[in-house]
């Protein structure tokens, strides 16, 4: 039977408190107990949590047993799955050989979340052998699963100079795209229209009826007012003239006759050209970046700031006489599992 020193049990015991962090350090006979209680070569005098004792394994053990021992661990069924995601992410720490033939040998026998972590792990570590056990694998159309597998090949081709994965595939796998959306000048009759529905407060700002923008996001209507001191044929004049609250943006859904104001437009003059922040009514910034010149025209480029409901790009151009402008936003499907640990 394996004595455990009071500092190995702290760290292993089934009635553990202490979290393991990444300073764990354990002196030889520590180290050595362990490595005996995780090879099965000896039992503990007291209860061990073995998915705590694998977490601690990892951090301290440092001879050539270390793939051996998790390797074990990962091929045996009669282990709890906790513990055997525990030795697969170890195993994904270290490339070497003996870790790889034990992720792929795993890879086949093992189903579910443990499955996925082997997937990951060999995209850590894994070389053509890992992409050899990748490919053979049966279909499985959980989204979940294919966006691991898709990873795993990305990181495992980056290593070996794989050129043939396909970015389209990738792209796909991944959930990821982003979508342009188009902003289009509204005509006078429109833009006074939009006016009109506007509800709420917006802090006495007086609009312009003669330059708005629409954007269409799904079938929401998103509407940019321009201040009143913007002119047809003069709007660099007065954009470059002062440092102002220069429009608002109005949100309305098809299903309602209003359109409630969701961000200010606000423009200060800089050393550099002019800075332009989009804030929420509650003066919480969203977007930030700034205009510069370009020639005769004004170039303009503004990034998403903290929490947004996805990354997005604002680009476009200003003149004398027309505002253009695109609006790029990361298009991601939520990747959804029923897996469960």
Request: aromatic share 4%; net charge positive; charged share 25%.
């Amino acid at each position: 039977m394996i004595a455990l020193s009071p500092k190995l049990s702290r760290v292993v015991s089934d009635q553990a408190l202490d979290c393991i962090n990444g300073n764990l350090s354990l002196d030889k006979k520590d180290v050595d107990a362990l490595t005996k209680i995780l090879s099965n070569k000896g039992k503990s005098k007291s209860p061990v949590n073995r998915k705590r004792a694998v977490n601690a394994f990892i951090q301290v053990a440092k001879d050539h047993d270390f793939s051996e021992v998790l390797a074990k661990i990962l091929l045996d069924s009669t282990e709890l799955n906790a513990t055997r995601i525990a030795a697969t992410s170890g195993l994904g720490k270290f490339a070497d050989k003996e870790s790889e033939k034990a992720l792929i040998q795993a890879l086949g026998k093992t189903n579910g979340h443990l499955q996925r972590e082997v997937i990951k792990a060999m995209g850590r570590i894994g070389t053509e052998k890992s992409i050899k056990a990748l490919d053979s694998l049966s279909e499985n159309n959980d989204p979940g699963f294919k966006h691991t597998l898709t990873f795993a090949k990305i990181f495992i081709g980056y290593r070996i100079n794989d050129t043939s994965i396909d970015s389209e595939k990738i792209k796909e796998a991944l959930g990821a795209q982003w979508i342009k959306l188009q902003s289009g000048p509204l005509n006078q009759k429109k833009l006074r229209e939009n006016i009109q529905s506007l509800g709420g407060n917006t802090f006495g700002l007086k609009l312009s009826d003669d330059i708005g923008f629409e954007i269409m996001c799904g079938k929401a209507s998103n509407t940019l007012f321009l201040n009143n001191k913007f002119k047809p044929g003069a709007l660099l004049k007065n954009l470059k003239s002062r440092s102002q609250v220069s429009g608002i943006v109005a949100v309305r859904n098809p299903k309602e006759s209003i359109s409630t104001v969701r961000n200010i437009v606000i423009t200060n003059l800089s050393k550099s050209g002019i800075d332009i922040i989009i804030t929420r009514t509650t003066g919480e910034v969203v977007y930030a970046g700034d205009a510069w010149q370009e020639g005769k025209i004004w170039e303009f480029m503004l990034r998403d700031i903290g929490l947004t409901s996805a990354p997005t790009t604002i680009t476009g151009t200003i003149s004398d006489k027309k505002i253009m402008f695109e609006v790029s936003s990361v298009n991601q499907r939520r990747i959804k599992t029923g897996q469960k640990i």
